[in-house]
């Protein structure tokens, strides 16, 4: 390595990875205990009893709070063994998706957690899509064994059709439910026996017992016999572990556990710390970042909102691509060649936050900022690059915005801007003027910016319909074209909170319209980032 940089040793420790899945699957809850184990926290927050006053780490707006659910990402940092982890967990709730696929862009691996009751579910679908579509290495938990659930071999055959890859079994489990004994260490040949009703680590909670002890045969009959059976049967179906079929994303690791009662975490922990990848390197549109070099890049995947009301901050958090990240240091900001300086640089453990002095690729480190960095910019030292693949989608659904008290429009307008950049929804202004417009995936996204809007910003807000179903962001390779366009279509066209021009339609059919009649303006259903890269409209 070039000019003296040593991190190499440094960027091998990091673990960088995003926790997936469906909806109330136990996502937080593993989360909670994996920082548990890692000794980063030294109770688990209740997730489920919501009038108590402890609250899962991970959540920390006042929405999540209210409701037990997590709309927005968070990221946590801690040491285990000789690893650095970044733990980010994500939105389980279809509505704030695009948050998740912003993550899984800056992360290297993910965990999938899967309810053992109800198998894969439609957004556990969805996240494997973009993960496979990034090649991105699964290690899969199936969670809640001590409930009645479906049957291991099942579930095997469920999340291998699902994910389109062989999956290896590490762990398999014995009995269910109230009879559920623990787990099969299958490359041990020991179980790990089951207490449940645990709320801590103890040395109880861990026992083991070999295979062949005659208490245990005479303890668990038939149930560890059919188990025994099982594994016998799935060693012969299924390959054996390839760790580099693992690391391109071909094949997934599988344990079983209960997340509630501690149970199967500490599995996952040394998997993630033994198994899953160091950072690799990152497409620019200019080249490929490896991060060994010398020269500091990181792009910025994720902007918060007031993080601390108190100071009505906003918060850009960044993965480091590559070299070695020190307080203080200047950085570029490529989109627009402005600087930025870095001295409140910040690490994470959920809302618990500490200024940082150094850090190295694979870590996400925070920068807070008064509007300067945007969703997908990146940050360098001096080098013009832009990296891929953060994505914007298209609206499916829309609502005009307004305010309740004409009093609170500049209340409103700044709420808007700071939540449109945020990524939390889409905002438009309409060419024609008018109510601002916003655009989401799903109704949650509404009430959640609402909420928002009237705590956060003291703006009560009423939403209401809006005749436009389908937009479309729209480019030529000829301005003059474009200003045509948009000038003739000013009736339904708007910009985006970074000035992207947008053509909003009804329907379809009315866009197929539009489509046919001007060949020299491309739609397209996605937009990368604030560098404006985009994809052509795909949808038939």
Not at 398 to 416: C, H, I, S, W, Y
């Amino acid at each position: 390595m070039s000019d003296g940089f040593s991190g190499g040793q440094e960027v091998s420790r990091r673990r960088s990875f995003a926790i997936i899945s469906h909806p109330d699957a136990g996502k937080t809850t593993l989360t909670e205990k994996l920082l548990l184990y890692a000794g980063a926290i030294q109770i688990a927050g209740s997730v489920k009893a919501r009038k108590a006053s402890r609250h899962a780490t991970s959540d920390w707006m006042e929405i999540e709070k209210q409701r037990g659910i997590s709309v927005a990402s968070s990221v946590m940092q801690m040491e285990y063994r000789d690893c650095v982890i970044n733990l980010l967990d994500t939105p389980g709730h279809q509505d704030f998706s695009e948050d998740t696929y912003r993550v899984l862009t800056a992360v290297d691996s993910a965990l999938m957690v899967i309810d053992a009751a109800n198998g894969v579910e439609p957004q556990t679908r969805r996240l494997i899509e973009v993960c496979r579509a990034r090649n991105t290495p699964l290690i899969t938990f199936i969670n809640k064994l001590d409930r009645e659930v479906k049957k291991p071999l099942d579930l095997m055959d469920e999340i291998e059709a699902a994910l389109g890859m062989p999956v290896v079994p590490f762990t398999w489990p014995v009995g269910m439910g109230k009879s559920f004994a623990g787990v099969i260490d299958i490359a041990l040949s020991q179980m790990r026996l089951f207490r449940g009703g645990e709320d801590r680590i103890d040395s109880a909670s861990a026992s083991t017992a070999s295979l062949d002890d005659p208490g245990l045969v005479a303890r668990l009959g038939p149930d560890l016999q059919e188990a025994l059976a099982e594994v016998e049967l799935v060693q012969g179906a299924m390959p054996s572990f390839d760790r580099g079929e693992f690391l391109a994303g071909r094949q997934s690791p599988v344990f079983f556990g209960s997340a509630i009662n501690n149970f199967g975490v500490q599995e996952v922990l040394d998997a993630l710390a033994q198994l899953a990848p160091a950072p690799g390197p990152r497409e620019a549109v200019q080249r490929s970042v490896h991060p060994d070099e010398s020269k500091f890049a990181a792009v910025v995947f994720k902007v918060q909102a007031n993080m601390d009301p108190a100071h009505r901050d906003r918060v850009a958090f960044l993965r480091i691509c590559s070299g070695r990240f020190e307080r203080g240091m200047k950085l570029k900001i490529c989109r627009n060649g402005k600087e930025i300086r870095t001295n409140n640089a910040l690490s994470f453990l959920s809302q618990r936050r500490d200024i940082l002095d150094e850090a190295f690729a694979g870590d996400i480190i925070g920068l807070p900022n008064h509007g300067l960095l945007r969703l997908g910019d990146t940050l360098t030292e001096g080098e013009t690059l832009q990296f891929r693949g953060l994505p914007f989608f298209a609206p499916e659904m829309f609502r005009m915005v307004e305010t309740a008290d004409p009093m609170k429009n500049k209340q409103l307008r700044t709420g808007l801007m700071q939540l449109g950049e945020e990524g939390a929804i889409q905002v438009f202004r309409p060419h024609a003027g008018g109510a601002m417009l916003l655009g989401a995936v799903g109704q949650l996204q509404f009430e959640v910016v609402a909420h928002r809007l009237k705590t956060e910003y003291g703006a009560e807000v009423r939403l209401l319909g809006s005749r436009f179903n389908v937009a479309r962001w729209v480019t030529s390779e000829d301005p003059k074209k474009l200003t045509q366009f948009l000038e003739e279509n000013s009736h339904r066209t708007a910009e985006d909170v970074v000035g992207a021009p947008v053509l909003l339609t009804a329907h379809r059919s009315e866009l197929d319209v539009v489509m046919e009649r001007w060949p020299q303006i491309q739609f397209h259903a996605l937009r990368e980032h604030a560098g404006l890269i985009f994809q052509s409209d795909l949808v038939n």
